[in-house]
């Protein structure tokens, strides 16, 4: 049987380099609340690095289950919203259209799941950045505009993926990880 050789460095605990820093983001995102995400060491995190990196971080990453954890910090943390402007700014052009798109899918998520987040979530609206750029209908209920919106994720990707299920699955694994946490807790 041939062995493969790959192309990336193992950390003193095996994990291969590209998964030291999501190792290492996801650790962070803990620290956020957002505990939903499955880890591959036990490490901890000390600090949460500047929102607008974070926020680029996580577009960066290669795995799409954390990338896509920006909607998660953007609804468990809406003051990160000041900081996607100064985040756009370190992002090369297909990245600064992910976080558009999917700062935008956290707003509309927002709007969709408001009665629950508020249970968890100080009540702070995420501004409406990127509606009008991205031709969503404004006056249209959020899940008109999210269907909308994975319409227009999907012509400028062209990635054939359902992203209202992607958006969706975000904010039910972390609506649920809180839900159980309270459960747990009592």
Same mark, same amino acid.
């Given at each position: ?6 192309s ?22 803990? %620290? +956020?609340?957002?505990? #939903?995400?499955? =880890?591959?060491? @036990?490490?901890? *995190?000390?600090?949460?690095? $500047? ?35 100064a ?9 600064r ?10 707003? %509309? +998520?927002?709007?969709? #799941?408001?009665? =629950?987040?508020? @249970?968890?979530? *100080?009540?702070?609206?995420? $501004? ?11 006056t ?47």
């Amino acid at each position: 049987m041939e062995h493969k050789t790959h192309s990336y460095i193992e950390n003193e605990r095996g994990l291969p380099r590209s998964y030291r820093e999501e190792e290492r983001v996801v650790a962070e995102l803990e %620290l +956020l609340g957002i505990r #939903y995400l499955s =880890r591959h060491t @036990s490490d901890r *995190a000390e600090r949460v690095r $500047p929102p607008d990196v974070l926020l680029a971080d996580l577009v960066r990453q290669p795995s799409a289950r954390v990338r896509a954890a920006v909607i998660a910090v953007l609804l468990a943390h809406p003051e990160y919203a000041e900081a996607v402007p100064a985040a756009l700014q370190q992002l090369g052009p297909a990245e600064r259209r992910t976080l558009r798109l999917f700062y935008t899918a956290a707003v %509309l +998520l927002q709007q969709e #799941y408001a009665e =629950r987040l508020r @249970s968890f979530v *100080a009540r702070q609206w995420l $501004p409406d950045r990127f509606a009008v750029d991205l031709d969503l209908p404004g006056t249209a209920s959020p899940r008109e505009r999210l269907t909308a919106l994975g319409r227009q994720h999907r012509q400028q990707t062209q990635a054939y993926v359902n992203w209202v299920g992607t958006y969706e699955n975000v904010a039910r694994r972390l609506l649920r990880s809180w839900e159980l946490e309270v459960q747990w807790s009592q």
